[in-house]
């Protein structure tokens, strides 16, 4: 189709007057005179208005899995909304496509993930995963089974639940109170907690965190522990093999819930269909989002085991939960046309053996910058550590956070979109990316890291002086 023709200069003079974008500095954007302005996108590339290409390495939010411009995902929704637009699932009622969507997704999930709640967006999944886990101890007659184990820096959301659940302090440091009964235990981030540690004694330390916790607050008071099988926006913290195997085994020890969160992991992202896969674990809880529609469409859906349904229909009576969207006939029938395109197309298989492979290698790459402290990927999830000396953790200036966004602003300015958590640079590109676009992105990550390297010399010579 033909670009439609917008004055940029007048977009960004509303968006400042009227527009309050998420997770934004708005004297920032009103200082540089209004947000970037994204015109329009194709497979790997968002166009902005002043006529830049930009090879996505974030897939929109970390979930544009089968890219942008897919004709057939556009034609699902008109072809819906004119047969049912929408309707809600509150009456004892359900679309079609949101049967099938359910029944696909439980089939994806496998073992005993067979039932799906729908909802709209990752954070509402998480709500309702706390509703879920809090009310099925009440049914079993354990009510005071209501505290929720989450890790430090660990992301759920931004719902008032979310952020509770999540372990970010910038976070919890604006609003509040938040919801009482969650604790918050080590995340398993070895370049920063356990940097030079041996893998496996770090990742069983980590996890010994979490029973540790358990005993603290005793095990007839927790009704479940939650985390991402690899923190995203907490800085693509992959864990130590054994890891979530042990985490497992201190769950079903103490007869406690496990759940993982998989609203950046699903769909793909890690070479298998769920992260919990790729651990080689069995949650009895799941969190989707993202991936579940390429965000083509905003939905999220809820695993939940059989042993926790079969309780609430036998002894829970209403589940007086849920959304006016929940099982959105339409972005329902979107993300049964996604899934069908990724299972045509491997895109998961194709993660496992192709892409994922080159990405870590083209990452290993820079690991001979002066910058770079440590390369990682898992599947198509990628970081680099900025530090001021090379082989150590060391970061630039009196905290973290004064280098990442450096790298990651001249990344944007020479057409590669990337984030930075703090010194972390990450990136999720999306899951049809080819081999040429990820040899494009880490040259524009090395062509990034070397004008960073003069500013940052300059700005703190004493943190890299030798």
């Known amino acids: 189709m033909t670009p439609r023709n917008y004055d940029i200069a007048e977009l960004r003079r509303l968006d400042v007057a009227h527009h309050l974008p998420a997770q934004a500095n708005y004297g920032q954007i009103r200082d540089a005179g209004g947000s970037r302005i994204i015109t329009r996108a194709d497979g790997c590339f968002i166009y902005d208005g002043d006529g830049n290409a930009i090879l996505d390495g974030m897939a929109g939010l970390w979930c544009?899995?089968?890219?942008?411009g897919r004709k057939e995902l556009a034609e699902a929704a008109y072809e819906q909304m004119l047969e049912l637009p929408y309707y809600n699932t509150f009456f004892k009622t359900a679309a079609p496509t949101t049967v099938m969507l359910a029944a696909k997704v439980a089939s994806l999930l496998g073992g005993n993930l067979q039932h799906v709640f729908f909802n709209n967006s990752g954070s509402e999944a998480i709500d309702t995963i706390i509703r879920l886990a809090r009310h099925y101890w009440q049914v079993r007659g354990e009510p005071n089974r209501n505290v929720i184990i989450s890790r430090v820096n660990g992301y759920h959301g931004s719902t008032v639940a979310g952020v509770s659940l999540g372990g970010m302090k910038a976070m919890h440091d604006q609003g509040g109170p938040w919801v009482p009964g969650i604790e918050h235990v080590m995340q398993p981030y070895r370049f920063q907690e356990g940097f030079g540690e041996d893998p496996a004694a770090f990742g069983?330390?980590?996890a010994d965190a979490v029973e540790a916790r358990i005993l603290e607050v005793g095990p007839e008071n927790v009704a479940a522990f939650i985390g991402e099988p690899v923190q995203g926006a907490g800085g693509v913290i992959i864990p130590p093999e054994g890891y979530w195997p042990r985490v497992e085994a201190i769950c079903r020890k103490y007869g406690i819930l496990l759940v993982c969160d998989e609203v950046i992991c699903g769909y793909g992202r890690l070479g298998a269909w769920f992260g919990f896969q790729h651990f080689g674990v069995k949650p009895d809880l799941v969190s989707t989002a993202k991936g579940l529609s390429s965000g083509y469409l905003p939905i999220s859906a809820v695993g939940v085991a059989d042993h926790i349904v079969e309780a609430l229909r036998e002894k829970g009576g209403d589940f007086v939960h849920g959304y006016t969207y929940s099982g959105h006939p339409t972005s329902a029938a979107v993300?049964?046309?996604n899934l069908e395109i990724m299972e045509r197309e491997d895109l998961v298989g194709r993660t496992a053996r192709e892409t994922a492979p080159y990405l870590a290698a083209a990452l290993a790459g820079l690991d001979d910058h002066p910058l770079v402290g440590e390369t990682r990927s898992i599947g198509l999830l990628g970081a680099v550590e900025i530090v001021a000396k090379p082989?150590?953790?060391?970061?630039?200036?009196?905290?973290?956070?004064?280098?990442?966004?450096i790298v990651r602003d001249l990344c944007i300015n020479n057409g590669l979109m990337v984030r930075a958590v703090r010194d972390t640079v990450v990136m999720s590109?999306?899951?049809?990316?080819s081999r040429d676009q990820i040899d494009q992105l880490a040259a524009i990550l090395r062509k990034s890291l070397d004008e960073a390297l003069p500013v940052l010399r300059e700005r703190y010579p004493a943190a890299m002086a030798a």
Do not use: E, M, S, W
Request: charged fraction near 15%; hydrophobic fraction near 40%; proline fraction near 13%.
């Open 64 to 68: 544009v899995q089968v890219g942008y």
């Open 204 to 206: 069983a330390r980590a």
């Open 391 to 405: 082989g150590t953790n060391q970061r630039f200036g009196d905290a973290p956070g004064k280098a990442g966004p």
């Open 335 to 337: 993300a049964l046309k």
């Open 429 to 433: 590109p999306p899951l049809i990316i």
